[in-house]
């Protein structure tokens, strides 16, 4: 079964700290991964795209990494401000079908 | 642009009753889907079209139903709500198709359904 995992499920940190949000995945064939931001009350917002050739990817102060082989993502976020406080999904797409599999999140709060 | 724009933000429903969820987007995308969040879960596909006049099923399709006349509308019907239907639900749509596409998906603010 196609699955996206994500850790921890939630994150306090303090602001101006940095943290890193982990992603795995089963999905196969691999085709992209996308790292969303969800602020409380609204849709989610694209931070980053990554296909099985890219790495590292950056958006600001967020910066996602990809290790295809083993099939992990990160999201590193420095820095953190207080309008970071929001829930981070990753979501996987495979090659042969139309369709996008969520990561239930993870809920990070930044404590001034 | 307005992006992707979701009718109503909030409704309440007695079991039973039937509604239609709106969704508009003026991006031109081809491809647009129907999403329900629940807590503790990830986005749950409901159905997802890849074109006018096209549309399919996703992970959890039982109890609605869509259609695609245009482009730009994609609207979700609850033929008879369920509690378990309380839900959040988002409509998405992209420039390009899940498969092989690096386009950016683009969510509405979400329409919070309660059934009583």
């Known amino acids: 079964k196609n699955q996206v995992e994500q850790s921890p499920q939630s994150l306090i940190i303090l602001e101006g700290k940095n943290c890193t949000l982990q992603?795995?995945?089963?999905?196969?064939?691999?085709?992209?991964l996308r790292w969303y931001k969800q602020d409380t009350g609204r849709g989610p917002v694209s931070l980053t795209i990554?296909?099985?050739?890219?790495n590292t990817k950056s958006n600001g102060r967020y910066t996602a990494t990809l290790d295809a082989d083993t099939k992990q993502s990160s999201l590193h976020i420095t820095a953190s401000q207080l309008s970071d406080s929001a829930s981070y999904i990753c979501?996987?797409?495979?090659?042969?079908?139309?369709?996008?599999?969520f990561g239930s999140g993870t809920k990070l709060n930044v404590k001034p | 642009n307005a992006g992707v724009t979701q009718t109503p933000k909030f409704q309440v429903l007695k079991t039973g009753q039937s509604m239609t969820l709106q969704c508009a987007q003026d991006?031109?995308?081809?491809?647009m889907s129907w999403y329900r969040q629940d807590p503790g879960m990830g986005l749950r596909l409901i159905h997802y079209?890849?074109?006018?006049?096209?549309?399919d099923q996703g992970e959890v399709p039982n109890g609605y139903n869509v259609s695609r006349s245009t482009t730009e509308d994609f609207p979700l019907r609850l033929l008879s709500a369920a509690p378990s239907q309380t839900s959040v639900y988002f409509c998405?749509?992209?420039?390009?198709?899940?498969?092989?596409?690096?386009?950016?998906?683009?969510f509405g603010n979400g329409t919070r359904l309660t059934v009583t």
């Open positions: 992603c795995n995945y089963t999905v196969s064939p691999f085709s992209n």
């Open positions: 079209s890849v074109g006018a006049g096209i549309t």
């Open positions: 990554m296909t099985f050739s890219e």
């Open positions: 998405a749509s992209s420039y390009s198709f899940p498969q092989g596409g690096n386009s950016p998906l683009h």
């Open positions: 991006m031109n995308h081809e491809y």
């Open positions: 979501v996987v797409t495979i090659l042969n079908f139309n369709k996008f599999y």
